[in-house]
């Protein structure tokens, strides 16, 4: 026989003892059963469980004034610097005052020769009154004189033209009587409008004196200057209504600080003044800070106008806060609810199936809500199986969700690892992790080629 011949005849014949080899080891294996899927387990037990939200936010001062200027002028004086320490009525700012001062001065004058002038009025009304009196009782005499000769006229005894005299005279003086007195009426009703004139000079007075005592500015509280936005030389302005004024200084009282956070419009529904808070400062991270709800605005944020909406929340916190400084950042939880007694299970053991994909007798399960595709469940271990148990939860904190229904006391959950919660499935085999360990262990004290590969000890 030919040898090419041969060498093919020995080559089909070894391909054919290795596809044999090979499906007979196929078929060994298929005939194994599947090996338990290792698992980790937890006995469910009555705890607590702590709701919070959480949200980010700035550490500022619980009093802090901000001083602007009243009046625009130049500074002339800063005698603290920042970070001193200033008490309420400490001359803080001060600020150039010969402007005001003259404007005092000159009101000052203006009041003084109103009040000079009413003086003069009042003499002149007074003369005027006396010279009154001597011509009404001269009056008496002309009316008296016009009467007896009216009457000599009437009898004949004297002419025409002597009667004619006595009237006029008469007239002459009465006609100056009424002037006299309606000029004197004039100068009273003037002397009211002078008056009313050196009221208005005393308020310039007042204003003048108030713009004056601007030029010192004094702190309002006990604090520390934070910020100092001006120099000595420069010139400060009040605010308008488009345009704010020149902030010189900010003082704040750091003996209390705050925690200032921006809480997300669906939490705000869930705070309450006195909640207790966890907060912590990022230049500070290894420090836990404990503070309390001061304070929760009653609008939002107007300065959002988009997306979502924050609403201002205050937190005091407690201790010692001499290291934070206006301005950190800093992140808190608000507890906001706890829970006692209550069964509580890792969140990710609590997993969701299709419905489809269950069985029948847990489809009928009452917690089971028909008009839903996924079921909200758990597995549970039970005769070395994964049971797939639907559950109602509540709500949770960041590792632990509340069961309501489905599961109770003593119950063997499946909480790991979570590759294999995602796959598992109902009625798949399992083991406890912590068999599986114990076995290894077991082995590693009795297998001589584990043994002999452990390191001796030295």
């Not at 002028?73 to 005001?100: H, S």
């Not at 996924?374 to 994964?386: E, I, Q």
Request: charged share 25%; with cysteine; aromatic share 4%.
């Amino acid at each position: 026989m030919h040898k090419g011949v041969v060498k093919t005849l020995f080559i089909i014949a070894l391909v054919i003892v290795v596809i044999f080899v090979l499906g007979a080891m196929l078929v060994k294996k298929t005939q194994q059963p599947p090996q338990p899927t290792t698992v980790r387990l937890e006995e469910l037990k009555t705890g607590d469980l702590q709701e919070f939200i959480s949200a980010p936010g700035a550490i500022e001062p619980k009093t802090k004034v901000e001083l602007s200027a009243k009046v625009s002028a130049r500074v002339v004086d800063l005698p603290f610097k920042e970070g001193q320490q200033v008490k309420a009525g400490d001359l803080v700012i001060r600020l150039d005052a010969k402007e005001m001062e003259s404007r005092l001065k000159s009101a000052e004058a203006n009041f003084l020769a109103q009040q000079a002038q009413i003086e003069v009025t009042r003499t002149q009304i007074a003369s005027r009154k006396a010279q009154l009196k001597g011509t009404q009782a001269t009056l008496e005499q002309v009316k008296k004189d016009y009467e007896r000769q009216k009457q000599l006229l009437s009898t004949g005894d004297i002419s025409q033209s002597v009667y004619d005299q006595a009237r006029q005279k008469f007239d002459e003086l009465q006609s100056q009587l009424q002037s006299a007195t309606f000029q004197i009426e004039a100068e009273e009703k003037g002397l009211i409008v002078a008056q009313h004139n050196l009221d208005v000079q005393k308020a310039k007075i007042d204003e003048a004196q108030d713009t004056l005592e601007y030029t010192t500015i004094r702190s309002p509280i006990d604090g520390v200057i934070t910020r100092i936005n001006a120099e000595v030389g420069e010139m400060v302005m009040t605010g308008t209504m488009n345009n704010p004024g020149t902030v010189i200084m900010i003082i704040a009282d750091l003996s209390k600080m705050l925690l200032v956070a921006q809480v997300d419009e669906a939490d705000v529904g869930k705070l309450a003044l006195g909640q207790e808070s966890s907060i912590r400062v990022k230049a500070f991270w290894d420090q836990i800070y404990t503070g309390k709800v001061d304070h929760i605005a009653l609008t939002n944020d107007s300065s959002q106008t988009t997306g979502t909406k924050y609403y201002r929340t205050e937190i005091l916190i407690e201790g010692d806060v001499s290291k934070l400084y206006s301005g950190l950042t800093a992140d808190v939880d608000i507890f906001t609810q706890k829970h006692t007694a209550i069964l509580k299970v890792p969140s990710q053991a609590i997993l969701t199936r299709k419905a489809d994909d269950l069985p029948a007798d847990i489809r009928s399960n009452p917690l089971v809500d028909t008009n839903k595709t996924d079921v909200t469940l758990v597995f549970c271990y039970r005769d070395k199986k994964a049971i797939a148990t639907p559950v109602k939860i509540g709500p949770g904190d960041t590792t632990h969700i509340i069961i309501k229904e489905g599961l109770k006391v003593g119950d063997q959950i499946i909480i790991g690892p979570y590759k294999v919660l995602d796959a598992l499935k109902h009625e798949q085999m399992v083991r406890d992790e912590k068999e599986v360990e114990a076995e290894n262990k077991a082995k590693e004290k009795t297998d001589p080629a584990v043994t002999s590969a452990e390191p001796k000890a030295s």
